[in-house]
């Protein structure tokens, strides 16, 4: 039949997909049409001969919809392959690189509630598409709209299965020095959120002699009442709980898609991605000495500034977005490069985030040093200074986003309590510094009616003071 659609259903691509509410705008027609336009733009614009990789998260239906994008693509004669069981997303863009595919798609919304569902799509060189690959998408899928194009029979004969998880274990295997970690004799536990990065690190800890447990590790599709996001707050109080008895010497989390790390030590002390970002740079860059320089993202720590700087390696911001990221990570010599939401990539991996790769590398970083994680973040808070982070997620009335970055933006605002702005940065939303204090920064979503306020400075109080009187000038809009 010929598909069209009205302003509330029609599908809006974002940085790097699309994610809709289940069974409003996110139902499996729409999942057709999304993968119809992706089967389209691999016709016209890379090797469909290759094929396409399927994957899919622990969402409900996500099985489900996964085998409706793959008998999609398959019906427009481009092999496919679906894998056979959840998966993380950067599992599968590990194997569009390494089977070398024309490129993947990953049903999944990552970390949002659990209404949610969506669409990734993965190039060829195992990462988020780039700009350009979606807006080559976006334009097919205008075209079938437009056209009121019908759909092909579906081939379920045509998906081939395909296995994810052995071939992601073992390359990961590869990466750590795992006779230090089992020397070391420190104890793990994994929380995935019950989301499809479940019993990843446990294999792989047990296999090589390291203690592992797991906690949250079965499929929930309601996540146990919780995002699976791993940030301070609630999302976590399960794993802080399971903490608090000291058993265990670090804590990894995962994401729902398992691409986002959050990592927490004993007695339930939160690390959060910029410490295990920070961590990890000066590990690498030092301990380590491997070459290349690094990349963030606009609302990332003036830590990892610092230790750029301490190791000579050239530091390149970008807009928020995991996407600029891997373009850089493509085009120039990087070793790492990270987000504030705890998405962070690898030269020596993928031009991808990968929350099981951080995990990883943070038990080595302890058994290297001989370190808890909370060590670690004290020993660079006495060498580079602390630095404080916080923001609030504030829903506003239509309007009110818009005027807070012109407010933000204008000489209308010219100090924040005590301390005078003497800077401003618009790369991406507005950053205003308040001295040797610190910064604030506020910043629009572009799909949803909320604004985001970053702030950073080198006091937990004075953190929690900048984010509340910038909340309370918003509010006053």
Same mark, same amino acid.
């Given at each position: 039949?010929?598909?069209?659609?009205?302003?509330?259903?029609?599908?809006?691509?974002?940085?790097?997909?699309?994610?809709?509410?289940?069974?409003?705008?996110?139902?499996?027609?729409?999942?057709?049409?999304?993968?119809?336009?992706?089967?389209?733009?691999?016709?016209?614009?890379?090797?469909?001969?290759?094929?396409?990789?399927?994957?899919?998260?622990?969402?409900?239906?996500?099985?489900?919809?996964?085998?409706?994008?793959?008998?999609?693509?398959?019906?427009?004669?481009?092999?496919?392959?679906?894998?056979?069981?959840?998966?993380? #997303?950067?599992?599968?863009?590990?194997?569009?690189?390494?089977?070398?595919?024309?490129?993947?798609?990953?049903?999944?919304?990552?970390?949002?509630? =659990?209404?949610?569902?969506?669409?990734?799509?993965?190039?060829?060189?195992?990462?988020?598409?780039?700009?350009?690959?979606?807006?080559?998408?976006?334009?097919?899928?205008?075209?079938?709209?437009?056209?009121?194009?019908?759909?092909?029979?579906?081939?379920?004969?045509?998906?081939?299965?395909?296995?994810?998880?052995?071939?992601?274990?073992?390359?990961?295997?590869?990466?750590?020095?795992?006779?230090?970690?089992?020397?070391?004799?420190?104890?793990?536990?994994?929380?995935?959120?019950?989301?499809?990065?479940?019993?990843?690190?446990?294999?792989?800890?047990?296999?090589?002699?390291?203690?592992?447990?797991?906690?949250?590790?079965?499929?929930?599709?309601?996540?146990?009442?919780?995002?699976?996001?791993?940030?301070?707050?609630?999302?976590?109080?399960?794993?802080?709980?399971?903490?608090?008895?000291?058993?265990?010497?670090?804590?990894?989390?995962?994401?729902?898609?398992?691409?986002?790390?959050?990592?927490?030590?004993?007695?339930?002390?939160?690390?959060?991605?910029?410490?295990?970002?920070?961590?990890?740079?000066?590990?690498?860059?030092?301990?380590?000495?491997?070459?290349?320089?690094?990349?963030?993202?606009?609302?990332?720590?003036?830590?990892?500034?610092?230790?750029?700087?301490?190791?000579?390696?050239?530091?390149?911001?970008?807009?928020?977005?995991?996407?600029?990221?891997?373009?850089?990570?493509?085009?120039?010599?990087?070793?790492?490069?990270?987000?504030?939401?705890?998405?962070?990539?690898?030269?020596?991996?993928?031009?991808?985030?990968?929350?099981?790769?951080?995990?990883?590398?943070?038990?080595?970083?302890?058994?290297?040093?001989?370190?808890?994680?909370?060590?670690?973040?004290?020993?660079?808070?006495?060498?580079?200074?602390?630095?404080?982070?916080?923001?609030?997620?504030?829903?506003?009335?239509?309007?009110?986003?818009?005027?807070?970055?012109?407010?933000?933006?204008?000489?209308?605002?010219?100090?924040?309590?005590?301390?005078?702005?003497?800077?401003?940065?618009?790369?991406?939303?507005?950053?205003? =510094?308040?001295?040797?204090?610190?910064?604030?920064?506020?910043?629009?979503?572009?799909?949803?009616?909320?604004?985001?306020?970053?702030?950073?400075?080198?006091?937990?109080? #004075?953190?929690?003071?900048?984010?509340?009187?910038?909340?309370?000038?918003?509010?006053?809009?």
């Amino acid at each position: 039949m010929p598909y069209t659609a009205d302003a509330m259903s029609r599908i809006h691509f974002g940085t790097d997909g699309w994610r809709g509410l289940i069974a409003e705008d996110f139902t499996a027609d729409n999942v057709r049409l999304a993968a119809l336009a992706f089967a389209r733009y691999i016709a016209r614009a890379e090797r469909p001969d290759v094929g396409v990789l399927v994957g899919y998260d622990n969402r409900f239906g996500s099985e489900r919809f996964a085998r409706t994008a793959a008998e999609t693509i398959a019906a427009a004669g481009i092999p496919v392959a679906l894998s056979e069981a959840a998966c993380p #997303t950067p599992a599968l863009s590990l194997l569009v690189r390494q089977r070398r595919a024309a490129g993947g798609l990953m049903i999944t919304a990552s970390h949002n509630p =659990y209404r949610w569902n969506g669409v990734k799509f993965k190039a060829a060189y195992g990462s988020s598409a780039s700009p350009g690959m979606i807006e080559a998408i976006e334009q097919e899928l205008d075209r079938i709209y437009a056209e009121g194009s019908r759909m092909l029979p579906p081939r379920p004969g045509a998906v081939a299965s395909l296995d994810v998880r052995t071939p992601y274990l073992e390359t990961l295997e590869k990466l750590i020095d795992w006779a230090r970690v089992r020397e070391s004799g420190f104890r793990f536990l994994h929380d995935p959120m019950h989301g499809s990065a479940m019993g990843l690190l446990p294999e792989l800890f047990r296999r090589n002699g390291v203690e592992c447990e797991q906690i949250r590790g079965s499929r929930d599709p309601l996540f146990g009442g919780h995002n699976p996001e791993p940030i301070e707050g609630p999302n976590i109080a399960p794993l802080r709980q399971a903490m608090k008895d000291g058993r265990y010497d670090a804590a990894f989390l995962a994401d729902g898609d398992g691409d986002r790390i959050g990592a927490m030590g004993p007695g339930g002390r939160f690390i959060n991605a910029h410490q295990c970002f920070a961590i990890l740079l000066w590990h690498l860059a030092g301990a380590r000495q491997l070459p290349g320089d690094v990349a963030k993202t606009f609302s990332v720590t003036k830590l990892i500034d610092k230790i750029a700087g301490k190791f000579g390696r050239r530091l390149y911001e970008t807009p928020i977005g995991f996407k600029y990221i891997c373009s850089l990570m493509l085009e120039r010599d990087l070793l790492m490069g990270g987000e504030e939401s705890g998405g962070i990539g690898f030269r020596f991996h993928l031009p991808e985030r990968d929350a099981s790769v951080c995990a990883l590398l943070l038990a080595e970083v302890m058994a290297w040093h001989g370190k808890r994680l909370g060590e670690l973040v004290a020993m660079l808070e006495e060498e580079f200074g602390e630095h404080h982070y916080g923001r609030v997620d504030l829903e506003l009335r239509p309007g009110q986003k818009e005027k807070a970055i012109e407010l933000f933006g204008s000489d209308r605002v010219e100090k924040v309590f005590e301390w005078p702005i003497i800077a401003r940065e618009d790369m991406d939303g507005i950053k205003v =510094y308040l001295g040797k204090v610190g910064w604030v920064m506020v910043r629009a979503s572009g799909t949803e009616p909320m604004l985001r306020v970053y702030a950073e400075t080198s006091s937990a109080e #004075t953190t929690r003071r900048v984010l509340d009187a910038a909340v309370e000038k918003v509010r006053g809009l």
